[in-house]
Nanobody
Framework: QVQLVESGGGSVQPGGSLRLSCVAS????????IGWFRRAPGKGREGVSC????????YYRDSVKGRFTISRDPSKDTVYLQMDKLEPEDTGVYFC?????????????????WGQGTQVTVSS
């Protein structure tokens, strides 16, 4: 079964850190660009970051540049999102999925369905 499973969310105070994990099964992770997306309360889903499968070039939305780092470990079939200096505006449900980088944004590639996501809450 082709799927991606997210984990690592939690509740932290502003300025804190979390590392999200996205574990792939049923396919070769290197064959896909993978992205992290989030849905903030009352808003639509947006691309946060994505990483190519073939050269590991990474992309970030402006609001997370310098604070978030995406990486992949092929030996573990896992893509990570290290999130530092978290802000309340980073609160939301985070999802990973296949992705494309189009016109400066990471968008869902549409070949792997969305998982359940993992909740990130940043609050004092």
């Amino acid at each position: 079964q082709v799927q991606l499973v997210e984990s690592g969310g939690g509740s932290v105070q502003p300025g804190g850190s979390l590392r999200l994990s996205c574990v792939a099964s049923g396919f070769n992770l290197a064959d896909y660009a993978i992205g992290w997306f989030r849905r903030a309360p009352g808003k639509g889903r947006e691309g946060v970051s994505c990483i190519n499968g073939y050269d590991e070039t990474s992309y970030y939305r402006d609001s997370v540049k310098g604070r978030f780092t995406i990486s992949r470990d092929p030996s573990k079939d896992t893509v990570y999102l290290q999130m530092d200096k978290l802000e309340p505006e980073d609160t939301g449900v985070y999802f990973c999925a296949d992705a494309q980088h189009i016109f400066g944004s990471c968008v869902h590639g549409g070949r792997i369905k969305w998982g359940q996501g993992t909740q990130v809450t940043v609050s004092s």
